[in-house]
């Protein structure tokens, strides 16, 4: 599942630069028994399959061998804090994480015991953790220094800081100029960069009100 998303684009390249490394870990390698199995049915009844937690245990302890000191272990889980861009860049500083997905009905309660933080993506349930986890990690790898030109990421929505408060990014516009009687605002094609500069200041906050304003 990650092979593709993870070959392309953004990604890719960072990878080819040497800036960031990806190891997928198939937990079936620490199966129990010639089968290999990694999940049981859940104590007390009940529908699905829960992954097994020394099967986890032991595929965390392994990631755990590939990287460097200070490694945080991460758990996709819907009970977890919801994701989002001041996580994003935190994570983009560590040097080694490992991102444990979830699937099935859900994993052993006690494999929270060795992991570091749960995270979600959102109210609502996915079939595995691995989707929310290529979501995750793009967010953080173009975050890393040097996978982007320098300041690209400064005025995007969540860190499009304006008078101390982060807004969504302002209104964009490219050629052409009138499209179907839609023009674009004439004060993008002045030149005076102060004006253009308070006007999209003015249309962040204005669109983060109307849009988010959970986030004022």
Known sequence: MFTGPFDYSII??????????????????FGIGK????????????????????VLEKAIT?????????????LLDPVGKTFNQKKAI?????????????HYEGVDERVK???????S???????????????????????????????????????NSIGGRNYLEHSQYTRPEIFKKLIVPKILLS???????????????IKTMRSRPDLI
């Open 121 to 159: 993506i959102g109210d609502f349930v996915a079939t595995g953790g691995e989707i929310p986890t290529m979501l995750i990690v793009d967010s953080i790898v173009r975050l890393i220094k040097n996978v982007l030109p320098k300041n690209v990421v400064d005025e995007e929505s969540f860190s």
């Open 191 to 205: 030149g005076n960069h102060k004006a253009v500069k308070k006007w999209r200041e003015g249309k962040a906050i």
């Open 62 to 74: 392994h990631a755990k061998k590939l990287g460097c000191a200070g490694e945080k272990v991460i």
């Open 12 to 29: 890719r390249n960072a990878i080819k630069k040497g800036l960031v490394k990806i190891n997928f870990i198939n937990i079936r390698d």
């Open 113 to 119: 015991k060795f992991v570091d933080e749960v995270i």
């Open 90 to 102: 935190e994570l983009s500083r560590l040097s080694h994480l490992i991102f444990v997905c979830g």
């Open 35 to 54: 089968h290999k199995i990694v999940d049981d049915k859940p104590y007390g009844g009940g529908k699905g399959m829960i992954i097994r937690a020394d």
